[in-house]
T-cell receptor, first 116, second 114 residues
């Protein structure tokens, strides 16, 4: 089946540093990937939609310069949290639309970011 | 008002019970409806996908969509402790382009007890 591999699964970084999160579609080509943020006991909040070869579309209120998204190939999208602060600590999840008959989205396993 | 409303629970049921999970929505443009299961600190996994109104059954799971009432349901029969998770409803307007983005409910935490 369609698999999206997300790395790292967890990361701790110091305030002011940058962190890159990768999402790869392993057995299919993902022209569109979605990046979500999830706070404890809350639902997924869409941050941005990334399209291969073009600029990402950010949701209202999401800082483009802080959350850099790159979708350079059909199988790889990255999210870089720049100059991270403790309030950026969260669970980040990517997803891609899968080319399957019963249409749906496949999600990565998520990345827990803790900024200290 | 949120586009998608879902009772956050928690919902606690004994093993073997029938579970009913529900979402209501306000945007009549939604046509694709999904239910995801999410275990703690994991990404959501797709359980059921339905297009437009109707019922769909897959094993112990049944999804229902009533577009006239803007109401969707997920039923779990013979619930098991392994079903304990957060269940998220999600929906989209289309399957291509930016309108294909999913709008999620808040998720309902389900606990199935022995």
């Amino acid at each position: 089946g369609a698999v999206v591999s997300q790395h790292p699964s967890w990361v701790i970084c110091k305030s002011g540093t940058s962190v890159k999160i990768e999402c790869r579609s392993l057995d299919f080509q993902a022209t569109t990937m979605f990046w979500y943020r999830q706070f404890p006991k809350q639902s997924l909040m869409l941050m941005a939609t990334s399209n291969e070869g073009s600029k990402a579309t950010y949701e209202q209120g999401v800082e483009k310069d802080k959350f850099l998204i790159n979708h350079a190939s059909l199988t790889l999208s990255t999210l870089t949290v720049t100059s991270a602060h403790p309030e950026d600590s969260s669970f980040y999840i990517c997803s891609a639309r899968t080319p399957v008959v019963n249409y749906g989205y496949t999600f990565g396993s998520g990345t827990r970011l803790t900024v200290v | 008002q949120k586009e998608v409303e879902q009772d956050p629970g928690p919902l606690s049921v004994p093993e073997g019970a029938i579970v009913s999970l529900n979402c209501t929505y306000s945007n009549s443009a939604f046509q694709y409806f999904m239910w995801y299961r999410q275990y703690s600190r994991k990404g959501p996994e797709l359980l059921m996908y339905t297009y437009s109104s109707g019922n769909k059954e897959d094993g112990r799971f049944t999804a229902q969509v009533d577009k006239s009432s803007k109401y969707i349901s997920l039923f779990i029969r013979d619930s098991q402790p392994s079903d304990s998770a957060t269940y998220l409803c999600a929906m989209s307007r289309t399957v291509t382009g930016t309108a294909s983005k999913l709008t999620f409910g808040t998720g309902t935490r389900l606990q199935v007890t022995l």
